[in-house]
């Protein structure tokens, strides 16, 4: 029997990257058996075992940057500089992970409050065993790797499947991982189309997807997972909103809104989409990112828009809030595919595609505003919720507005800051998805609480959880409770 197999592209030039196998389901199913033996002998390894292969695992990628990054910019045409980049802080995050699973998820007694006087009560966070992380293609290795680290980190083996777009690189990130971990498949990729993620996400013996990519693939996935009760973590791009406020450095603003905005050609599930500016500095920024725009070009700065299919969607938002709106940089022939030149669009209605829809290119749309508690209204009337940033030199006034802004992540006075903060969770609300990776809560995302009590002597005349239990015991604990709980706050 011949496997199928198919072929990474590099999208600038059309040039094969790589062939990989099309896993069958039943390949699937294989690769899922070995996960499930690795991950009963790696949950077994004491916690500094693996916190040391987790490290090693860091060290060789690191080693490697170079080899990974030009995949990365074959894979998806991105500038090797930004492949780096995205390497440099996946190899971050796994170092926090690494660092951090102990203290985060190692067993803890906690208090156990006056009823429970006689108990020792203890709790830790336990290892799910097999988890699936489906990857996208735009970041092929910090996305992924925001849910492979803190898996491994947390016990779990780890079975990926990432984006038919990328491959290789998914292939290589575990192939690295068996240096330091050769003795058993904690680590796996396997390749293929929608087919083969869906097969893994179905399999029952795998205890939690970690899903990234688009809101309607979640909503399938889930579907799938509802099936044997797998719980998933869904990471599904956003809208994000970019406000300047009148005390904002424009010449900062302007420059991180293009970069939020532009690089990695706007396939940035964090990046800047929808722009508002408050009115009394309006004209200032709009000049500021006017003369900066001229200087940013596709093909240099940027690479080329790497899903095929997305430059449809790219085009309808650009012709649609061009005809509605005004438009200050580029316009319909800005989309010469694969590449996306940058396109700048005034006062287009809130309720158009390109306001609403994810674009995904690197186009932005500009709003002015009232003042900046207008522009939070504006920007938190979209059904994505996932990051978003905030420009005020008044760090109160921003901090205000950026725990009001309903996402999972805001920056002030950068853009995307956050991602870069192992310690940082990241994820989303409404369509942008649930649950997540990264920092503390990332870890316990992959681990599912283990309470313990243990009653360390028997209180006399207080056995409550006893058929022998009689009124005087019952008005002991009533006066006791009163005495506890039961004074009113005025
Ligand atoms: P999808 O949501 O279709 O794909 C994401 C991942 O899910 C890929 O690995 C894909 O595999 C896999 N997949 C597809 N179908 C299934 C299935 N039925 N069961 C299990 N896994 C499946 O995204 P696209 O890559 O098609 O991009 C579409 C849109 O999603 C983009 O336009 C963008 O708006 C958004 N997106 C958001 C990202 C983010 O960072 N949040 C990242 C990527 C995309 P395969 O590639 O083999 O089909």
Redesign the pocket.
């Known amino acids: 029997m011949t496997t199928l197999t198919f072929d990474s592209l590099n999208p600038a030039t059309g040039e094969v990257v790589g062939s990989h196998p099309k896993h069958t389901p039943a390949a699937v199913h294989e690769a899922v058996g070995r996960a499930e033996e690795a991950a009963a002998w790696w949950a077994a390894l004491p916690a500094a075992e693996r916190r040391r292969r987790l490290l090693d695992y860091k060290a060789v990628l690191t080693q490697h940057i170079r080899e990974l990054a030009a995949l990365v910019h074959q894979e998806t045409g991105k500038p090797v500089g930004d492949a780096t980049l995205e390497i440099v802080l996946a190899v971050t995050h796994i170092d926090w992970a690494a660092r951090n699973a102990q203290k985060v998820l190692g067993r803890r007694r906690v208090a156990t409050g006056m009823i429970g006087l006689n108990l020792t009560a203890t709790l830790e966070y336990l290892p799910l065993g097999v988890v699936a992380v ?6 092929p290795v910090f ?1 992924p790797m925001g849910s492979i680290a803190y898996a491994l980190a947390a016990g779990n083996a780890v079975v990926f ?5 990328t491959p290789g690189i998914g292939v290589r990130l575990a192939e690295l991982f068996e240096e330091s971990v050769p003795e058993h498949k904690v680590f796996q990729t396997v390749t ?7 097969a ?2 179905a399999d029952p013996r795998v205890k939690k997807v970690a ?8 909503k ?2 889930m579907a ?1 997972c509802s099936e044997n009760l797998t719980p998933i973590v869904a ?4 809208k994000d909103a970019f406000i300047v406020d009148a005390d904002a450095d424009l010449p900062a603003a302007a420059d991180a809104c293009l970069w939020g905005a532009l690089s990695n050609a706007g ?3 964090v990046g800047v989409e929808r722009v508002y500016v408050v009115d009394a500095v309006y004209e200032s920024f709009m000049r500021e990112l006017s003369d900066r725009v001229t200087k940013v070009k596709a093909g240099e700065d940027y690479g080329p828009i790497t ?1 095929p ?2 430059v449809d ?1 790219i085009k309808r938002h650009i012709d649609d809030a061009v005809k509605a709106g005004r438009t200050v940089t580029g316009g319909a022939a800005s989309v010469r595919a694969p590449y996306v030149d940058p396109v700048i669009v005034e006062d287009v209605p809130e309720d158009s595609p390109a306001v609403r829809e ?3 290119g690197p186009t932005i749309t500009v709003r002015r505003t009232r003042d900046a508690r207008e522009a939070l209204e504006l920007a938190n009337a979209s059904a994505y919720g ?1 990051g978003g940033t905030i420009f005020s030199r008044n760090a109160r006034r921003a901090t205000e507005l950026a725990r009001l802004m309903r996402s999972g992540m805001t920056a002030i006075n950068s853009v995307i800051s956050f991602a870069g903060v192992p310690a940082l969770p990241f994820g989303g609300v409404g369509d942008s ?1 649930f649950g997540r990776i990264h920092g503390a809560d990332g870890l316990r995302e992959f681990a599912r609480p283990k309470a313990i009590s243990r009653q360390r002597f028997a209180i006399p005349g207080m056995n409550l959880t006893s058929f022998t239990r009689g009124p005087a015991e019952l008005e002991r604990l009533l006066r006791l409770v009163t005495f506890l709980h039961g004074r009113r706050k005025r």
């Open positions: 489906i990857g996208p293609w735009n970041y996305t499947k990432p984006s038919e777009l293929g189309l929608g087919e083969t993620g869906a893994l996400a899903f990234t990519g688009s809101t309607a693939t979640a399938r996935v799938a990471e599904c791009g956003g396939q940035t599930c899903m299919g997305q969607i994810e674009t995904f996932l998805g």
